[in-house]
């Protein structure tokens, strides 16, 4: 799945700028530096921003082409931050045969919020992921990282409805 950058507000802080200047200065003459200042940049603020990928830009000298790529290629990454209620659908093999897929589509539906995007009022976000481990229980979804295992589509409005 190709990510995509939602228009959530940025909100980083002076003291998550200051963070992020110190992790810049701290690998600034390593070579090959850039993984590790973006690891430890998604760790101050949740996601890597553009407004973040911009700092690191202009503070290391890297293209923002060349930073906006690596942070799009990896998964490890996130361009959007998490909602206050962050969902995660199981679309590894054993929920996907029993119908994740349905019960993603039944999320977005309800919500209005497509996956790997978030809301604009950063109320939801919602992702499609790998196996998470919770094969016996497939279908499974996270909220919150509470696992919710035996789903059906049907599901999700009772479900969703705890978190409004």
Request: with cysteine.
């Amino acid at each position: 799945m190709k990510k995509k950058l939602t228009t959530v507000s940025f909100r980083g802080t002076a003291e998550q700028e200051t963070a992020l200047l110190a992790v810049i200065a701290k690998h600034r003459d390593i070579p090959g530096a850039l993984m590790p200042i973006l690891q430890e940049a998604q760790e101050i603020y949740g996601y890597l921003p553009v407004e973040v990928m911009q700092i690191i830009a202009r503070e290391t000298g890297h293209p923002m082409e060349e930073i906006f790529g690596v942070a799009s290629f990896y998964s490890q990454f996130s361009l959007n931050p998490k909602g206050e209620v962050a969902i995660a659908v199981c679309l590894g093999t054993a929920c996907y045969v029993k119908g994740s897929g349905e019960i993603l589509d039944k999320i977005v539906e309800i919500l209005g919020v497509g996956a790997g995007d978030t809301s604009p009022d950063g109320k939801y976000s919602v992702d499609a992921t790998r196996c998470i481990g919770a094969c016996g229980l497939a279908p499974v979804l996270t909220i919150n990282n509470e696992v919710y295992g035996r789903l059906t589509a049907a599901d999700m409005a009772g479900i969703l409805k705890q978190y409004q």
